[in-house]
C-alpha cells in the first residue's frame, strides 16, 4: 500500500510552466503505476499521463484524448525521492483544475486507480 502526496499547484500565468511533484510513501518498493489527472470545475475527472515506478513495466495506455495538453506535458520520476514530476509548459486558462495523482498496482491507468492522493489547485490567469 502506498500514500501519495501531491504538491506544486497554486497560481500561475497564461504562457508560463509549472510542475507538479507527487511523493510517495509507504511501500515504495513495490511496482506501481503513477498516473495524474485533472479535474476542471464541473466536469468529470480525466486522465493524462502515466509512469511506471519502481520496477513495474512501462505504462501501456496511449490515447489521444486531451492530446494537445499531453503535448506540453512531462512525467517522469526520481525513485531515490520516490518522486513522480509532472511539468506543463505553455499553460492556459482551460487548464484551470484540480489535479491529482493516483497509483495502480496493475497496468490499469486510467480505467482504475488503487489509491489516490489529495488534489492541488492550480488556476491560470489570463
Known amino acids: 500500500e502506498v500514500q501519495l502526496q501531491a504538491s506544486g499547484g497554486g497560481l500561475v500565468q497564461a504562457g508560463g510552466s509549472l510542475r507538479l511533484s507527487c511523493e510517495v510513501s509507504?511501500?515504495?518498493?513495490?511496482?506501481?503505476?503513477i498516473g495524474w489527472f485533472r479535474q476542471a470545475p464541473g466536469k468529470e475527472r480525466d486522465g493524462i499521463l502515466c509512469?511506471?515506478?519502481?520496477?513495474?513495466?512501462?505504462?501501456?495506455?496511449?490515447?489521444d484524448y486531451l492530446q494537445e495538453l499531453k503535448d506540453r506535458s512531462t512525467i517522469s520520476s526520481d525513485n531515490a525521492k520516490n518522486t513522480v514530476y509532472r511539468q506543463v509548459d505553455k499553460m492556459k486558462p482551460e487548464d484551470t483544475a484540480v489535479y491529482y495523482c493516483?497509483?495502480?498496482?496493475?497496468?490499469?491507468?486510467?480505467?482504475?486507480?488503487?489509491?489516490w492522493g489529495q488534489g492541488t489547485q492550480v488556476t491560470v490567469s489570463s
Open positions: 493516483a497509483a495502480a498496482e496493475e497496468d490499469s491507468f486510467p480505467y482504475y486507480m488503487d489509491y
Open positions: 509507504g511501500d515504495t518498493f513495490g511496482e506501481y503505476f
Open positions: 509512469i511506471s515506478f519502481g520496477e513495474s513495466d512501462k505504462c501501456t495506455y496511449n490515447s
